[in-house]
């Protein structure tokens, strides 16, 4: 299970899932740059870091690194979730309450999801109401 990511992990890796291409630390730089002070090697260190991590994979090129997410936002979202779930000790309950939270967009979200996995075949109801 991925632990959540520390606020600069988070910002680097949502500028690698939104390019959704290699990247260079140069590039993860100027791009955090625009919004704070940042030392190249503190980018650089981080990059590795979640390398090192699993979150990315890297590739030589020429003297630097092209880094590339190895799954998606919306992979790793899922991953917390279903931790989060998981651990509650009454996962309806968590359930119920989550859902509570939910604004009507989110909710309808989890209204198209719903339909989507029903129509690949999943079943969702319990084994004796199917």
Same mark, same amino acid.
């Given at each position: ?37 940042? !030392? ?33 936002? !919306?992979?790793?979202?899922? !991953? ?32 198209? !999801? ?17």
């Amino acid at each position: 299970m991925p632990r959540p990511l520390g606020e600069l992990e988070d910002a680097i890796m949502t500028r690698v899932w939104q390019w959704n291409r290699p990247v260079t630390v140069r590039e993860v730089l100027e791009d955090l740059q625009e919004e704070r002070q940042i !030392a190249y090697t503190t980018v650089m260190t981080v990059m590795d870091n979640l390398h090192q991590k699993g979150w990315v994979r890297r590739e030589q090129d020429g003297r630097a690194y092209r880094y590339e997410a190895v799954s998606t936002r !919306a992979a790793y979202a899922a !991953a917390l979730m279903n931790e989060a779930w998981s651990a509650s000790d009454n996962p309806a309950s968590a359930l119920v309450a989550f859902f509570g939270m939910m604004s009507p967009e989110q909710v309808e979200a989890l209204r198209d !999801a719903l339909r989507v996995v029903q129509l690949n075949g999943v079943h969702l109801s319990p084994p004796e109401e199917r």
